[in-house]
């Protein structure tokens, strides 16, 4: 074991503290990454706080890791000492099932490991990107091309690949109409890769206060949800709407922006179960669904791909000992779009 720093939430709702943690030491297939950035995910907060159930503490949340390769294991083949690599929301899962096989692991039959608060397959439990060094198996880590920029990079890992999935599941690209729901740090993700694949790209948020960056990121429309005439202007416009919030939403009203054969997919989920009136996909044959993270191989698609068009998060960098501010403005929806930890400051 080697003993690394860390933040950490000691307790459920507590602040975020320095402490230390033990790594376990590189094994046959385990590379060694010193982590130079990690994002600030909204799950982190929910898992911090338990928003999502009791959790195993102390934590270290983080699942948007990017670094440079310090050590390896004899029988890493994937990477070297002194590559880029990231880790997102993954480290481990079955290997044996058929999703598995398929290159679907986020949707392991037996459950995926998570990159943090979770008890690995060797019984210990997981700390995640807010430290200094972790040790991953080279199966879960991602070649971060040298294209990217580490810093704008990490947020790729969870956010990037959330929205990555689902828009090339449902095929968005060229001639296809495309609505990103939420301007975040999720939405942000999903306007710049649905304008990359060539897709026409509208936005629908609360209000039109990022209007102006909407456009700029890569939209070629933005609407305001607030205002009524919306729903009405838009009406059997899309062939996908990719929903990033979790707030509670008048799924029938979104529904009706689809055109026939339409799907709404939803990579953010409201933490009460939903009341809808099923003519809203039986009239139009429309698909309301769901998408989580994506695989690894994909992952490593995307980070490929975004490296190939210039994409990265827009983020604002901060140091580990304001992570406790940004998590209430995050909540306050107060950033613009990814906040994301410089680990030389732990
Ligand atoms: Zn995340
Ligand atoms: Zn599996």
């Not at 790209?201 to 205002?227: E, F, I, M, N």
Request: negative net charge.
């Amino acid at each position: 074991m080697t003993t690394v720093a860390a933040y950490a939430a000691p307790a459920g709702k507590a602040p975020l503290e320095r402490t230390t943690i033990e790594r376990r030491e590189v094994g046959e297939n385990d590379v060694l990454i010193e982590i130079r950035f990690a994002g600030i995910c909204h799950s982190d907060i929910h898992m911090a706080r338990e928003g999502w159930g009791e959790a195993i503490f102390p934590m270290v949340p983080g699942h948007e890791i990017a670094g440079v390769v310090t050590e390896v294991g004899s029988g890493v083949t994937k990477f070297e000492v002194g590559d880029h690599a990231g880790v997102g929301c993954m480290v481990d899962s079955c290997r044996e099932c058929d999703n598995c096989k398929a290159g679907l692991e986020q949707y392991c039959a037996k459950g995926n490991v998570q990159t943090y608060g979770a008890v690995g397959r060797d019984g210990e439990v997981t700390y995640g990107g807010y430290s200094t060094h972790i040790v991953v198996d080279q199966d879960f880590a991602l070649r971060i091309p040298d294209g990217l920029s580490l810093d704008v990079a990490a947020p790729l890992l969870c956010a990037g690949i959330t929205t990555y999935s689902p828009l090339k599941h449902w095929n968005a690209g060229p001639g296809k109409k495309v609505a990103v729901l939420g301007m975040g740090g999720l939405g942000h993700m999903g306007v710049k890769i649905a304008h990359a694949l060539g897709a026409e790209v509208t936005v629908l948020s609360q209000s039109l206060r990022k209007k102006d960056d909407g456009l700029k990121l890569g939209a070629d429309h933005y609407y305001a949800t607030s205002d009524p005439e919306t729903f009405e202007k838009l009406r059997g416009s899309f062939d996908l709407i990719l929903s990033t919030v979790s707030a509670p939403l008048d799924f029938g009203a979104y529904l009706s922006l689809l055109k026939t054969d339409g799907a709404l997919v939803n990579v953010g989920a409201p933490e009460e179960p939903i009341s809808l009136n099923l003519f809203s996909v039986i009239g139009g044959r429309k698909t309301l669904a769901g998408s989580m993270i994506g695989g690894i191989r994909e992952t490593q698609e995307m980070l490929d791909f975004c490296a190939e068009h210039g994409i990265g998060a827009e983020i604002e960098l901060i140091s580990a000992s304001e992570i406790n501010e940004a998590y209430e403005r995050v909540l306050a929806s107060d950033v613009r779009y990814r906040f994301v930890i410089d680990a030389a400051t732990i």
